[in-house]
């Protein structure tokens, strides 16, 4: 057998200082996590970037540059999830009203908010990654291909 990890996509959208992020349930109570979401079968990261985002928030999400990949093992679930993480820009206003099962709410939220939240947070990636994209890193979106 050979082992694979959770391919999973998750957006960074920033304005006026504060950052989307979504409230879901989990098996531990609702936490605060980026728009994010796994890959589908046949599907670019990119594209599953724009769905993810789209059906977790409702805003049209797009994507201008990738942050970074990360690597990160869930004791609680015991699963390895490898995530990429995109930058981009939504509208002002939502475009879908209907959030994916499990949404509770999408919502702007500071930096220091996020930090506040720690403990609520899903991963150490969103705080992770949060601070590699207000360092500036980040990489072309064509460093990724997709041969589908």
Same mark, same amino acid.
């Given at each position: ?58 805003? @049209?999400? $797009?994507?201008?540059?990738? &942050?970074?990949?990360?690597? +990160?093992?869930?004791? =609680?679930?015991?699963? !390895? ?14 475009? @879908?009203? $209907?959030?994916?099962?499990? &949404?509770?709410?999408?919502? +702007?939220?500071?930096? =220091?908010?996020?930090? !506040? ?32």
């Amino acid at each position: 057998m050979i082992w694979k990890p959770n391919v999973t996509v998750a957006s960074i959208i920033e304005k006026n200082g504060k950052f989307l992020v979504v409230e879901e349930e989990s098996s531990k109570g609702p936490v605060i996590n980026q728009p994010a979401g796994h890959l589908e079968p046949n599907e670019s990261l990119q594209d599953a970037v724009i769905r993810e985002t789209l059906e977790e928030t409702g805003y @049209q999400f $797009t994507p201008s540059a990738i &942050i970074g990949s990360y690597l +990160w093992h869930n004791n =609680d679930n015991q699963t !390895t999830y490898f995530r990429t993480t995109f930058v981009g820009s939504v509208p002002d206003q939502p475009f @879908q009203t $209907t959030l994916d099962s499990g &949404i509770i709410r999408a919502c +702007w939220m500071s930096l =220091d908010a996020l930090k !506040t939240e720690q403990k609520r947070l899903r991963s150490p990636i969103i705080l992770e990654s949060i601070s590699d994209y207000l360092e500036g890193k980040s990489q072309s979106l064509d460093s990724i291909k997709s041969y589908l």
